[in-house]
T-cell receptor, first 114, second 114 residues
Framework: NAGVTQTPKFRILKIGQSMTLQCAQD?????MYWYRQDPGMGLKLIYY???????DKGEVPNGYNVSRSTTEDFPLRLELAAPSQTSVYFC?????????????FGEGSWLTVV | AQSVTQLGSHVSVSEGALVLLRCNYS??????LFWYVQYPNQGLQLLLK??????LVKGINGFEAEFKKSETSFHLTKPSAHMSDAAEYFC????????????FGSGTQLTVLP
């Protein structure tokens, strides 16, 4: 009963390094999302995807890239990491575009940029 | 602009007391409304949601929320707090035409005192 799986759970990056946060879901959901969570700020949408091959920017996309080559996977790429990208990252998915459907979250990836 | 406001970033209640967490939204059309709970170092878990129909919605762990269109509110309540309710709670709103994105409030940290 995996749901949404994120890796790694914790990571420390140096300024200027790059990395990819992996996200996979086994629920055959069309929609997938990446959020970041900063203290006292709630969750902000970075990117989302409505299906394989289709991605779009959310509220805070700068410094990130995504791809969606399969229904299951939605990796988030950080290029040239900056201290401002220190945050908790959540991947999520939902099964279609109906607004009443629930969004399911992964357990988060804690990223520190030093 | 459409927005979600959670009043009170920190709420403390005694064990056995009423829990009331406030959420207001700003929208010209009725949105879909959600409450999520986040326990330390975990992802977000759906507590309850309102889409259509009955305005009083019951969720897990004894929580409920009432959609009041006239007040543009969706406050979360629980008659008797338990120590295990200590967590962060997020109100989230889906606005029609928002490209299938949830907008989150900034969160309310609930502390339950013995």
């Amino acid at each position: 009963n995996a749901g949404v799986t994120q890796t790694p759970k914790f990571r420390i990056l140096k300024i200027g390094q790059s990395m990819t946060l992996q996200c996979a879901q086994d629920m055959n959901h069309n929609y997938m999302y990446w959020y970041r969570q900063d203290p006292g700020m709630g969750l902000k949408l970075i990117y989302y995807s409505v299906g394989a091959g289709i991605t779009d920017k959310g509220e805070v996309p700068n410094g990130y890239n995504v791809s969606r080559s399969t229904t299951e996977d939605f990796p988030l790429r950080l290029e040239l990491a900056a201290p401002s990208q220190t945050s908790v990252y959540f991947c999520a998915s939902s099964d279609n575009s109906r607004s009443g459907n629930t969004i399911y979250f992964g357990e988060g990836s804690w990223l520190t940029v030093v | 602009a459409q927005s979600v406001t959670q009043l009170g970033s920190h709420v403390s209640v005694s064990e056995g007391a009423l829990v009331l967490l406030r959420c207001n939204y700003s929208s010209s059309v009725p949105p879909y409304l959600f409450w999520y709970v986040q326990y330390p170092n975990q992802g977000l878990q759906l507590l309850l949601k309102y889409t259509t129909g009955a305005t009083l919605v019951k969720g897990i762990n004894g929580f409920e929320a009432e959609f009041k269109k006239s007040e543009t509110s969706f406050h979360l309540t629980k008659p008797s707090a338990h120590m295990s309710d200590a967590a962060e709670y997020f109100c989230a709103v889906f606005f029609s035409g928002s490209a299938r994105q949830l907008t989150f409030g900034s969160g309310t940290q609930l502390t339950v005192l013995p």
